[in-house]
């Protein structure tokens, strides 16, 4: 990310001519003042990114002005210029806001290491308000021992070295975007900024300004110069998420910057290059929105230079248990639980699901039980949720469990998952509901229940609780006026 305007302001004329042709040889713009007042007027007048700064001038002491600069909403680094240096003033300096501090007289090799260093640390700042990597993937390990999931690994390998654009496709949530963070993790520019932009959800009238930034002045609401985030991409990896949601308007304009690596900012004329690797994902057929005329083909083959697909949960059955123990191991250390496993019944239920959401769904149905679970015991059918669905054929050709292979478990039965139980909502052939917590709480007591035919005690046991704690539920809901609370006892105990 390269500086587009310095201000110098230094009293003497050989030291603001020196400096000012230093950055004249770097082909940045540079403004120069005398004083504090005019330097006063520069400021109020126009958005500097970087300015040298004079401790004593004539009108005032320098570093009074770099703490009124300071407080500015859009300040630029300030480095200090002084020829009368002490290590009080210097520390005085930093602690005001000061970005480096030099002494007189210095050499144009001094000035260009703190010109190359201000603007990394620029450039770090506007990424760093754009980095929101996952906490909970902090291993960026795709998790998983299938063979089409070592495939990927291999195909990451070979291609995250170098700069080719990648096209990663799949259904909605089978990890495309971790995907794209391995090729980033694995590639030379690790080290580099990953920025992402997701261009389904970013409002269309200003999509174009988060791809390319803004000038001050360029629409109604731009008070302030924005970097896109292809400028703050610059050396890094730049992730194009859900890239078939473009707006047919801005395709043309993608596409030159693709191949040409240059573009300007809205509202601005001066073109910025910038050396990008792009990573797109989509969970649409590209190819037929080409032929609908609704994704420009050129476009299309722009981004297919590396095509990758992500498999579905359901195209790789062995890795369920591996994904679900992992998920377990992770929200149990989250939610401060303490949770022995999954039981056979509930390892058999989520070999038989289809998984229509793919790998956040189970993602999401483990976090649910994790906190529906009781400290010490595990996690049952009960509490996972799941619909009943018959055994696909090619949920049989491998096995399920880590290191032991359980006897395959038949479809199964009402009785174990009855339909009024409440969660049809969460069939696989229909969109998923949000369910509440405490209302998903109250249908895994139902179901337990009606399993073994209202025994609370042996209830209990299922769904991995005390019975005190299940008395106390029912209480809750009789209390409430639910006829669940209500349900007959049948325990001996």
């Keep these: 990310m390269s500086f587009e305007k310095i201000l110098i302001v ?136 299938s063979p089409a999931i070592l495939r990927l690994r291999q195909l990451i390998d070979r291609v995250a070295p170098t700069d080719a654009t990648v096209l990663i496709t799949g259904e909605s949530g089978t990890g495309k975007e971790m995907v794209a963070r391995e090729f980033y993790r694995r590639s030379p520019r690790r080290t580099q900024p990953f920025i992402k932009v997701n261009c389904a959800a970013v409002s269309e009238n200003l999509i174009e300004s988060e791809f390319f930034g803004h000038e001050r002045g ?108 992992h998920f377990l191991r992770r929200y149990a250390r989250k939610h401060g639980v303490k949770i022995t496993g999954f039981s056979d019944s509930a390892r058999s239920a989520m070999l038989a699901y289809r998984w229509p959401g793919n790998v956040r769904e189970l993602q999401n149905t483990v976090e649910r039980a994790v906190i529906l ?44 998952f009855p339909e009024s139980a409440g969660f049809e909502a969460l069939a696989a052939d229909g969109p998923e509901r949000i369910v509440r917590l405490d209302e998903l709480e109250k249908q895994a007591i139902l179901a337990a229940l009606r399993q073994t035919g209202g025994n609370r005690t042996l209830a209990a046991a299922e769904l991995g609780i005390s019975i005190r704690t299940l008395r106390n539920k029912l209480q809750e809901y009789h209390q409430a006026g639910d006829p669940l609370g209500a349900e007959k006892d049948s325990s001996v105990s």
């Design 10 to 145: 230094e009293d003497e004329i050989v030291v603001r001519n020196l400096l000012q042709s230093i950055f004249q040889r770097h082909k940045l713009p540079v403004s120069c003042a005398g004083c504090l007042a005019e330097a006063a007027v520069f400021l109020q007048r126009e958005q500097f990114d970087l300015m040298l700064l004079d401790i004593r001038l004539p009108d005032g002491d320098g570093q009074k002005f770099l703490e009124q600069v300071a407080a500015m909403p859009e300040h630029p680094l300030v480095v200090m210029v002084t020829g009368y240096g002490t290590i009080e003033s210097a520390v005085g300096c930093m602690r005001a806001g000061a970005f480096d501090y030099v002494l007189k007289p210095f050499s144009p090799s001094q000035i260009d290491v703190i010109l190359k260093k201000a603007q990394s640390y620029r450039q770090l700042l506007s990424v760093n308000r754009l980095l929101s990597d996952d906490p909970d993937d902090k291993d960026g390990l795709m998790v998983g021992r």
């Design 218 to 325: 360029a629409f109604t609401g731009a008070t302030e110069r924005r970097e896109g985030r292809f400028e703050l991409a610059h050396l890094g990896t730049l992730l194009l998420d859900e890239v078939s949601e473009i707006p047919a308007n801005l395709q043309a304009k993608l596409l030159r910057v693709l191949q040409e690596r240059e573009f300007e900012r809205v509202g601005g004329s001066r073109t910025i290059k910038v050396n990008v690797r792009i990573i797109a994902t989509s969970n649409r057929d590209l190819l037929g929105l080409v032929g609908k005329g609704d994704f420009r083909q050129d476009l299309y083959y722009r981004l297919n230079v590396f095509p990758v697909q992500v498999p579905p949960l359901r195209e790789r059955v062995e890795d369920t248990a591996v994904l679900a123990d």
């Design 373 to 416: 679970s009781e400290s010490g015991r595990s996690v049952t059918a009960a509490l996972l949720g799941l619909p009943m669905a018959p055994l696909s054929p090619e949920s049989t050709t491998a096995p399920f469990d880590v290191g032991t292979t359980p006897a395959l478990a038949s479809p199964l039965s009402e009785a174990e």
